[in-house]
């Protein structure tokens, strides 16, 4: 079973590490963790002595990106189902590949197939491209004999969970790139234009409006304040992004909250349960136990709360409960999915519903998503038009008053 820790998705890092095991022998790798203290924990229950640890460096081109790996697959799987070698065929992806950090990743891989190594084992010296779902499955691939199949499975997956990763992008990044202008807009009008205004006031002899008068305080404590104000948005949305990523009890707050939001809180709810039946349907196709597949299944949902419901129907079904009622009891997956995991239980034919039940998803996500570049457009110009009207108008205020003061 997957720690907590990997379950719930918290930022990880790849350390090399020296040490010495039961038999005095000294053994070196790579692993995964969330620090140091997670990586010495990890060794000593294997009976490894820790004598040396560093976090692994990477330079030279951009990082390996995931759609580099997705692209990587299709093309293997291809030329594997063309009858092309193995080593052959990582020699002509290497050479055709762009990225520096990629062909060098491939070249590093061939290596070690060509020495002996099995593919599988070759990918887990790399967890920061493959993770435990690929390796599995790749593992599950050479074991039964049906690699190509299951390297175009991979891709398949991949595919799809870039896709949807890319719509949900789409659909948050014109609200925040507005929104991001708009603050600009009010910040440069408090500190600039309303200064101004206030020179033209003070000669005008009269009493100012409420209205006039909260802008103009508003915007002397900008001018006097704006670094200290920049100072804490920047510091403060480093410090809780830094806690979002590495707390497990803040990821899991979050992640709740995200699920909860107004509009938004629907479309990452339904993105979530397509990722999640994706993963698993692909897990469970390419013959992986239930009990295993789930071990991959709650990272990949990239939500906290559903990894954690991951973990109990893990639990569940290991002690013989069936899928159907593990996945009832965690309460946060709805009456559709339950239903086709249902009849794809009686029916033997469960990674074909699954596939289903991510597909219509996938799709409710798509609508979604163009429905909201309809929706969120008059709600940006009427939230825009408040904040920026309102101090416009406030401006103007006294200069109506002109005549009666005159």
Known sequence: MATASAARNVKELVFEWEGRDKNGKIVRGEIRAGGEAQVSAS???QGILLTKLKKRRTSGGRSVKQKDIAL???????????????????????RGAVNPRLTKLLGDIRADVETGTSLSAA??????????????LVEAGEAGGILEQLLERLSIYQEKTIALKNKIKAALMYPVAVLMVAFIVVVVIMVKVVPA?????????????GPTLVVIAMSEFFVATWPFILLGMVGGGY??????????????????LLLRIPIFGGLINKSVIARWTRTLSTMFAAGVPLVEALDSVGGSAGNAVYAEATQKI???VSTGSALTTAMQSTGVFPNMVLQMTSIGEESGSLDHMLAKAAEFYEDEVDDMVKGLSSLMEPIIIVILGTIIGGIVVAMYLPIFKIGSVV
């Open 197 to 209: 205004f206030k020179d033209v006031f003070s000669s005008f002899g009269a009493d100012l409006p």
């Open 72 to 94: 990587f697959t299709r093309q293997l799987a291809t030329m594997m189902k063309a009858g092309v070698p193995l080593l052959q065929a990582f020699d002509i992806v290497g």
């Open 43 to 45: 060794l000593r229950r």
């Open 314 to 316: 893990q639990r569940d």
């Open 123 to 136: 990918f887990r010296k790399h967890p920061m491209q493959f993770d435990a779902l690929y390796c599995n």
């Open 239 to 256: 410090m809780f992004m830094q806690a979002w990523r590495r707390s497990e009890k803040m990821q899991m707050v979050m992640d709740r």
